[in-house]
């Protein structure tokens, strides 16, 4: 199988074009938040959630494993006129090529499901909390087994196609958490969790950073 | 990316400071390039305007 990042390299443009709204969570964590100097977007993919960022952060890093999403998100930044305080950068969340504590406010959504093994994603959530620092606060959400396409009670590794426009299935791997184990990564975890929930099929903490 | 942005980037495999070779410039903004880990010596190329600081064996060259 191929690597992740080389699986939403091929399908860039057509995830880019499906997958432009913030996610409701996302924007009601971001409200009444700011404005800070620093924001970091872990997996941001096509810049989804980066113009809810720029909205309150000086410098928003946009850190993803795939270059092609990269490039739709920093084409995105330019024609919504926050280009010149957003910053692509292609990286592994396993081992993020930030300092530590540069980010005041932090986003590491619907990613970490994409790594394996376990102890590869509760190595990322170490490093989420490195970059956030003490100060710092973030949203860490994952896939879970309460979405309705799912029928399963534990956690599970699976993969999940995307379907191109000609049909053909490009597949992606996922490990689909459930609340409970999730929670438990996180606890073992550097990250301080200050709030969990789950919300249309998804597992999310509110952490600080350490 | 711009010069100031090393104030944040670092060697994903130690963490260390990178330094910067620049190759190719549009105003502020460096195009072509590369990091270097300033311990491990580890060089990353600065692509269209990305550094690509994926760690080497999740690099595809």
């Given amino acids: ?210 | 990316m711009k010069k100031s942005l090393l104030d944040i980037l670092r060697d994903p495999l130690d963490k260390a400071e990178l330094d910067l070779e620049v190759d190719e410039r549009d105003g502020d903004e460096i195009v072509e390039g590369r990091l270097i880990g300033t311990e491990t010596g580890e060089v990353y190329p600065i692509e269209d305007g990305i550094p690509n600081l994926l760690p080497p064996d999740m690099r595809d060259e």
């Fill in chain 1, 1 to 210: 199988m191929e690597r992740i990042y080389e699986v939403y390299d091929r399908i860039a443009d057509h995830f880019a074009a499906t997958r432009a709204t913030p996610w409701p969570e996302v924007t009601s964590f971001l409200a009444n938040r700011g404005p800070v100097a620093c924001a970091v977007d872990v997996g941001c993919g096509n810049g989804r959630h980066s113009e809810l960022l720029a909205e309150r952060a000086g410098q928003v890093v946009g850190v993803d494993a795939s270059g092609e999403l990269l490039v739709v998100a920093r084409a995105d930044a330019v024609e919504a006129g926050y280009g010149g305080i957003f910053a692509p950068i292609r990286g592994d969340a396993g081992t993020l090529p930030l300092a530590d504590a540069v980010a005041d406010l932090g986003l590491y959504v619907a990613t970490l499901h994409h790594l394996r093994p376990r102890a590869r994603r509760r190595g990322s959530l170490d490093e989420f909390a490195r970059v956030l620092g003490p100060d710092g606060l973030g949203l860490v959400s994952v896939w879970s087994v309460t979405h309705d396409r799912f029928d399963a009670a534990e956690g599970f590794d699976t993969i999940v196609p995307w379907t191109l426009p000609d049909g053909e299935q490009v597949p992606r791997f996922y490990h689909i958490y459930d609340p409970a184990e999730f929670s438990a990564d996180i606890s073992a975890s550097a990250c301080r969790a200050i709030d969990r929930f789950e919300s249309s099929g998804n597992c999310y903490a509110v952490v600080r950073g350490a």
